[in-house]
Nanobody
Framework: VQLVESGGGLVQAGGSLRLSCSAS????????MGWYRQAPGKQRELVAT????????TYADSVQGRFTISRDNAKHTIHLQMNSLKPEDTAVYYC?????????????WGQGTQVTVAS
């Protein structure tokens, strides 16, 4: 599975950005996709996830109500619409695709895209 992100950039606080992640390869094996982020000096953290089958979503408390994750199965793509951005949202955002078989999880990662929110 290969994941390629796009859509990062520099935005003023209060602004919006939309990230996209296109999957290729053995996309049929992916059970859930999501976005994680890592700020300088901090651990990578979950932002949002969406299941491949039912479209169930989860969000980190810090982005609930501001970010929306969505999917386009026909294009093997997920999106992250980020509104009301804050400086603390500044991070490298990584697309993740997870395959879970018999309770064994295999993670696939994109290369990351930088999001910078200026105050």
């Amino acid at each position: 599975v290969q994941l390629v992100e796009s859509g990062g950039g520099l935005v003023q606080a209060g602004g919006s950005l939309r990230l996209s992640c296109s999957a290729s390869g053995s996309t049929f094996s992916i059970n859930v996709m999501g976005w994680y982020r890592q700020a300088p000096g901090k651990q990578r953290e979950l932002v949002a996830t969406i299941t491949s089958s039912g479209g169930d979503t989860t969000y980190a408390d810090s982005v609930q109500g501001r970010f929306t994750i969505s999917r386009d199965n026909a294009k093997h793509t997920i999106h992250l619409q980020m509104n009301s951005l804050k400086p603390e949202d500044t991070a490298v955002y990584y697309c993740n695709g997870a395959t879970v078989v018999r309770n064994i999880r295999l993670d696939h990662w994109g290369q990351g895209t930088q999001v910078t929110v200026a105050s």
